[in-house]
C-alpha cells in the first residue's frame, strides 16, 4: 500500500498533539511580563521544548516517508508505536510543569523522550526491512544523531536523580543537535533524481 493515508493520518495526530499541549498554557490574569511570568512559570519554556521536539519528529518523519515507497502492516504498527509515545508529550510536559521539575516528572518525562527515540528507530529498522529499504540505508548512513540521542536522554535521566533541573541540559542538547538541518535525505534524494546514488 502507498505512504500517502499513514503520512496524513500522522500529521493529523501531530497537529492535535501540538494543539492539545498549547491548551495546557495558562492565561495570565495581569496584563504584565511578570504576570506571564506567574501565570506560565516554566510552562512556557517546557510547551517550546516539547514543540520542538515534535516539529523535529515530524520533519524527519517526512523525511523518512519521501524515502519509502510502500507500506505493509509491520510499518504501520511501528508508526502507531511511535505515535503513540508522540502523544503521551502533553501529559508528561504538563506534569513536568505543573510539578515544577519534580523528580518523578522529570523522570518520566526523559522516559517519554527515550521512548519515542527508541519507537522511532524500530520505525526505520521495520522499513529498512521492505523492499526499497536500501533506500533507506543508504540515505541515513551511520546516523551518529540518532544513535547519540538515546545516550543523551540516558544521561539526561541520571541527571534527575542528582538536580531535576540538570536533566534539562541533554535534552535541549538533544534538541538544538536535531535543529541544524539534517541535509542527508535531500542529499540522497538529489544523487537518485541526477542518478549517481552508487
Known amino acids: 500500500m502507498e505512504t500517502d493515508r499513514l503520512e496524513a493520518f500522522s500529521d493529523g495526530v501531530l497537529a492535535i498533539i501540538i494543539t492539545i499541549m498549547v491548551l495546557e498554557l495558562r492565561v495570565p490574569e495581569e496584563h504584565t511580563l511578570a504576570g506571564l511570568l506567574d501565570a506560565t512559570g516554566i510552562g ?61 516528572p522529570t523522570v518520566t518525562y526523559g522516559v517519554n523522550l527515550l521512548a519515542a527515540a527508541v519507537a522511532y528507530y524500530v520505525l526505520q529498522a521495520t522499513i529498512k526491512r521492505r523492499p526499497g529499504g536500501h533506500r533507506v540505508r543508504e540515505a541515513l548512513g551511520r546516523d551518529t544523531k540518532g544513535k547519540l540521542s538515546p545516550v543523551l536522554y540516558l544521561l539526561g535521566i541520571g541527571l534527575a536523580f542528582v538536580e531535576p533541573w540538570l536533566a534539562l541540559v541533554p535534552f535541549v542538547l538533544v534538541a538544538l543537535i536535531w535543529l541544524v538541518p539534517d541535509r542527508r535525505v535531500e542529499a540522497f534524494l538529489e544523487r537518485e533524481r541526477s542518478g549517481s546514488t552508487t
Open 44 to 104: 512556557l519554556l517546557t510547551y517550546v521544548l516539547s514543540f520542538v521536539y515534535i516539529g523535529i519528529y515530524w520533519n524527519n518523519h517526512h523525511h523518512l516517508f519521501q524515502l519509502s515507497t510502500e507500506v505493509g502492516g509491520g510499518v504501520l504498527w511501528a508508526n502507531l508505536h511511535l505515535l503513540f509515545w508522540l502523544s503521551l508529550y502533553p501529559f508528561t510536559t504538563a506534569w513536568m510543569d505543573e510539578s515544577h521539575l519534580a523528580l518523578v
